[in-house]
């Protein structure tokens, strides 16, 4: 059983290696291969949320206001501040929304995937869903009538045309429809991030909830061009905590039109979790299975006013201890309530994708390769080539002199990765020493070829 109720200040954990069940498939095997070959994917958090700033959803959980409603100091009441929430569908018109830069922002990045937030837990659709009018094609939205007001349509044309593939993003819970959180249930004090009722005790309304959101689902996938991954959030709605979707009948409902599709119900385990995924923290050792760590530009997935965007050198170190430990890096943007990016997460793509042009070849389809990462140093594999990637700390020093690479297999050759291409070098119980010569700047790392 997967420790899906642990969920702290809105971040999840993760399941364990023993929990994974791979899968028997050819298809799936063979995607989750591909999968394993692209290392950065691009996730984006958006809805109407981003006019306030706020964090998306939680703080509509009276049961997380502790830590989700910090700074929220213009309403006091709860319900009040409920009721405000679910009205900002009411003004979200972000005009200045061109779904073709991001897809182009990203490409030239280095970026090979995008994970899109169709719908959070606060239940706002980001797609011309049937199922419901709290949407943003509905007609409370004023972007209702724009031309992209099917945003997640004009955003998973935009980025295919780009050539990254597509992950759709959907919680599974669904805090505005009256199948979740129903009146008469208590549905508005207290809430909680489960359901106002229990499903065993009113099994025709959560069956209607069941129907709703197998419906959902299959809009996505059969009404939305090609899909590569259906990334499930909310781990908490799963049969062990009382909660069955029958997630598995809607996934293979969906594989009989996208059969290659990857399912990732996070935290929950079992063999549709077919990659897992920590979120805000890389795990200590290496992961020998199919994962992805989904970490943010700023400090939060939403949009933030005045936020924090890590360095070039935060974001190289975060993807090479990521990559050297088996997982792809999912980094995170919150658009902007008039939908554009954050100028930090413009200069944070930029940097990152200008890195890449240069280092990639040590990141994109390559495996984890032991000592996998010691001291600042990662190590990762592509055929019969080890890269050693060095990290370094602000201001390291770039002159002359002797450095340890901490690999301790025999080797013929080692070049430096757009320098050097064969340096004198001995090896020893340490590891591979070598003379460097100066370099100009302040770099953030150092990528050598050991073949």
Not at 102 to 114: I, M, P, V
Not at 129 to 142: E, F, I, R, S, W
Not at 224 to 242: N, S
Not at 381 to 407: F, R, S
């Amino acid at each position: 059983m997967a420790d899906n109720n642990v969920v702290e200040q809105g971040v999840h954990n993760y399941s364990q290696e023993e929990r994974y069940v791979r899968p028997e498939e050819p298809i799936l095997q063979e995607q989750l291969e591909w999968f394993q070959d692209q290392k950065l994917g691009l996730m984006i958090h958006w809805g109407p949320y981003s006019q306030l700033g706020l964090v998306e959803s939680w703080a509509l959980s009276d049961a997380d206001a502790e830590w989700s409603r910090v700074g929220y100091d213009w309403e006091k009441d709860p319900q009040e501040f409920k009721r405000q929430y679910f009205n900002l569908n009411k003004t979200f018109n972000p005009l200045r929304f061109e779904p073709e830069k991001w897809a182009e922002l990203a490409a030239d990045s280095g970026f090979k995937y995008l994970i899109f937030t169709t719908k959070h837990h606060d239940g706002f659709c980001m797609w011309d869903t049937k199922q419901t009018d709290y949407k943003v094609t509905g007609a409370d939205c004023p972007f209702h009538m724009h031309k992209y007001a099917d945003i997640t349509r004009h955003v998973f044309d935009s980025f295919r045309d780009k050539g990254l593939a597509i992950a759709a993003y959907f919680s599974k819970a669904d805090w505005h429809t009256p199948y979740y959180w129903a009146p008469g249930h208590e549905r508005s004090n207290p809430t909680w991030r489960g359901p106002s009722y229990k499903p065993a005790e009113y099994p025709w309304l959560w069956e209607k909830f069941v129907d709703f959101t197998h419906k959902q689902i299959m809009e996505l996938m059969t009404q939305y061009g090609r899909i590569d991954i259906l990334w499930l959030d909310a781990g908490w709605v799963c049969p062990q905590a009382g909660q069955d979707i029958r997630l598995g009948e809607v996934v293979e409902k969906a594989r009989q039109h996208q059969p290659w599709l990857l399912a990732v119900d996070r935290t929950v385990g079992g063999p549709y979790e077919n990659y897992v995924t920590p979120e805000q923290t890389i795990p200590d050792r290496p992961l020998l299975i199919p994962w992805e760590s989904c970490i943010t530009m700023g400090t939060s997935f939403s949009f933030g006013y005045e936020d924090d965007y890590k360095s070039l050198r935060q974001l190289v170190a975060i993807l090479v201890e990521v990559v050297a430990k088996g997982g792809n890096l999912a980094l995170n943007v919150g658009p902007q309530p008039d939908g554009r990016f954050p100028k930090g997460a413009i200069r944070c793509m930029e940097e990152l994708g200008g890195w890449l042009k240069t280092y990639g070849e040590a990141i994109y389809g390559t495996r984890p390769a032991a000592p996998y990462f010691v001291d600042k140093w990662g190590f990762t594999k592509k055929g019969d080539t080890v890269y050693a990637i060095q990290l370094l700390p602000e201001n390291a020093p770039v002159g002359e002199g002797e450095i340890v690479i901490p690999y301790t297999e025999r080797v013929a050759r080692v070049e430096r990765v757009a320098g050097e291409e064969n340096i004198e070098f001995t090896q020893s119980d340490a590891g591979i020493h070598i003379k460097i010569s100066g370099e100009e700047g302040n770099p953030v790392a150092r990528v050598f070829r050991l073949k």
